[in-house]
């Protein structure tokens, strides 16, 4: 399946899945460890994997969501996954903290996987946010103790 820098072929979660698995094909993957992450569309493609294909992930960290999928029938499917999401206080609103309080109220019993949601006070929905997400070397660690076996 082709995919393209035009259009929005990065955001079609039947399309990425298809890269990972040819990436699975020709590459060295530890299955185990499958992580999505994105930023703006990019974050809200990584919440649908999320709800579509959990149990090929072992965690998603979407950063600066622009959507809450809070009406998507399938979201509480999420309550297990191991997510970190990312905003900036200055980007609006707080979808990803509106997800969390979700998951850990709306989905049962239990809080959720998914960890408090990193807010950097002078991120805005630019690289302010997503450059400083992806140089936090905690979150390298956090995803490397992330396994799907963990969860099963």
Request: with cysteine; proline share 6%; charged share 15%.
């Amino acid at each position: 399946m082709p995919v393209s820098n035009s259009g929005n072929g990065w955001f079609n979660a039947n399309t990425l899945m298809a890269l990972l698995e040819d990436a699975k094909k020709n590459y060295r993957v530890d299955a185990d460890r499958v992580y999505f992450t994105g930023l703006s569309g990019g974050a809200n493609t990584s919440i649908e994997l999320g709800m579509t294909q959990a149990a090929q992930l072992a965690a998603i960290v979407p950063i600066a969501l622009t959507s809450t999928p809070t009406n998507d029938p399938n979201v509480c499917v999420l309550k297990p996954l191991p997510i970190w999401a990312f905003h900036g206080a200055l980007d609006t609103p707080g979808r990803s903290t509106n997800l969390k309080v979700w998951l850990d109220t709306k989905c049962g019993a239990g809080a959720s996987a998914m960890r408090p949601v990193t807010v950097y006070p002078n991120g805005g929905h630019n690289g302010a946010t997503w450059d400083t997400a992806y140089a936090d070397l905690s979150l390298y660690d956090w995803l490397l103790q992330q396994r799907i076996s963990d969860r099963q």
